[in-house]
């Protein structure tokens, strides 16, 4: 079984800086693509960021030089350092990580909740 355990979120002021983190624990043989997505309230979940295990990076242009994704293969777990942030990123942040057992297949954490307001 894979578990993905996000932490680090809560409350923070406007222009303000958080780092989040997802680990994946299990039995598993390989991780490729680890991400993380956001849903606001009334709003569908979307994609923030994500990482490939070379480490190549991609952003959605709402967060760009804002957010920077980082993971520690060693450690299974990928990071979100959020500055800058605005009211318009609190959301409930889920990790996603396409991991290899039988075969390749997508699991997402529960989600931690990150509030931003004054």
């Known amino acids: 079984q894979v578990q993905l355990v996000e932490s680090g979120g809560g409350l923070v002021q406007p222009g303000g800086s958080l780092r989040i983190s997802c680990e994946a624990s299990?039995?598993?043989?390989?991780?490729?693509?680890m991400a993380w997505y956001r849903q606001a309230p009334g709003k569908e979940r979307e994609l923030v960021a994500q990482?490939?295990?070379?480490?190549?990076?991609t952003y959605a242009d709402s967060v760009k030089g804002r957010f920077t994704i980082s993971r520690d293969n060693g450690k299974n777990t990928v990071y979100l350092q959020m500055n800058s942030l605005k009211p318009e990123d609190t959301a409930i942040y889920y990790c996603?990580?396409?991991?290899?057992?039988?075969?390749?297949?997508?699991?997402w954490g529960k989600g931690t909740l990150v509030t931003v307001s004054s």
């Open positions: 996603k990580a396409k991991i290899l057992r039988s075969s390749w297949d997508n699991y």
């Open positions: 990482i490939t295990s070379g480490g190549s990076a």
């Open positions: 299990g039995s598993f043989f390989s991780i490729n693509v």
